[in-house]
């Protein structure tokens, strides 16, 4: 038995009223409209049944994590099983329409070493910092980059975790505070 399609993510697009699906197996990503049902378009690797409208040059495989950024860009992980070497990496992804034609760019990605990929699950998240948290599962290497990919915190594999999803948290007591008297 082989899951061919293995659909891992979906997103709903409350602006577009739309839902964005990650087909794992297929390395696509496909916009689906949600009051009709009807495919809107997808995006990623081509395949002979011609149904993939753009993307193509983006190059991810096997993505994980698809979400709708509040500037209408999209994240992701990708996994990126099909490259050779294998290369895992978070990724922003730019969608454009220009006469209603489709087409995508990579704006933003940071590429994991290649000892702390992941071929299985993961995921992306911009945090509220304009950081980006990346959860490689495989390798359990959670890490914290800036947008020019310098590293602000991680942690390191085998330290005894399994992490598909990570989140970060202003504090582990947000309700404890101090109160400091003058000295008068």
Not at 76 to 102: A, K, V, Y
Not at 114 to 134: A, E, H, P, T, W
Not at 135 to 140: F, L, P, Q, Y
Request: net charge negative; hydrophobic share 35%; charged share 20%.
């Amino acid at each position: 038995f082989y899951d061919w399609t293995h659909s891992n993510a979906i997103w709903f697009d409350l602006q577009e009223n739309s839902i964005y699906l990650s087909v794992r197996h297929l390395s696509r990503i496909t916009k689906i409209d949600y009051e009709s049902g009807g495919i809107v378009w997808n995006m990623g690797k081509d395949t002979p049944s011609g149904e993939v409208a753009f993307g193509h040059n983006l190059d991810f495989s096997w993505q994980h994590s698809i979400k709708m950024l509040e500037n209408q860009n999209l994240m992701l992980f990708d996994n990126g099983n099909e490259n050779d070497p294998p290369l895992s990496r978070g990724m922003e992804i730019l969608l454009m329409f220009n006469d209603s034609i489709p087409s995508a760019e990579i704006i933003w990605e940071y590429v994991l070493p290649n000892d702390l990929g992941s071929s299985f699950q993961s995921d992306c998240d911009r945090l509220s910092n304009g950081n980006s948290l990346i959860t490689a599962t495989d390798s359990d290497y959670l890490v914290e980059v800036t947008p020019e990919g310098e590293i602000v915190w991680e942690i390191q594999p085998w330290q005894g975790i399994s992490t598909y999803r990570a989140c970060r948290v202003p504090g582990l007591y947000p309700l404890v505070y101090s109160v400091t008297q003058p000295d008068f």
